[in-house]
């Protein structure tokens, strides 16, 4: 089993900051990419950041030089820090593992053969 967890999500004035956290665990040898995405109600959820071992990160149009992804890779986490926050940044925020090498070599599979796992999200809002 793989678990990823989120944190650091709450309540944020316009133009304030915040640092989420994603950690995945599980008998996890590697995670090749990691990412952070969102959904506000009423709306499909969307790629905000994603970054892949070896690769260079990704960002959603609308987050580009506010947002940054970070990864500590020995230790399977993901942050996003959030600068410059504005109300439309409000929206659940959940973290994805992508593609797990487990111990004895396999790779993870969902009940759904996805290679992918989410988290339950950490809900954000910026508000004044």
């Known amino acids: 089993q793989v678990h990823v967890v989120e944190s650091g999500g709450g309540l944020v004035q316009p133009g304030g900051s915040l640092r989420l956290a994603c950690t995945a665990s599980?008998?996890?040898?590697?995670?090749?990419?990691m990412g952070w995405y969102r959904q506000a109600p009423g709306k499909q959820r969307e790629l905000v950041a994603a970054?892949?071992?070896?690769?260079?990160?990704k960002y959603g149009d609308s987050v580009k030089g506010r947002f940054t992804i970070s990864r500590d890779i020995t230790n399977n986490k993901a942050y996003l820090q959030m600068n410059n926050l504005k109300p439309e940044d409000t929206a659940v925020y959940y973290c994805?593992?992508?593609?797990?090498?487990?111990?004895?070599?396999?790779?993870?599979?969902?009940?759904?053969?996805?290679?992918?796992?989410w988290g339950q999200g950490t809900q954000v809002t910026v508000s004044s």
């Open positions: 599980g008998s996890i040898v590697s995670i090749f990419g």
């Open positions: 994805n593992a992508d593609y797990i090498r487990l111990n004895g070599g396999t790779v993870y599979t969902g009940p759904e053969n996805e290679y992918d796992v």
């Open positions: 970054v892949t071992t070896g690769g260079s990160p």
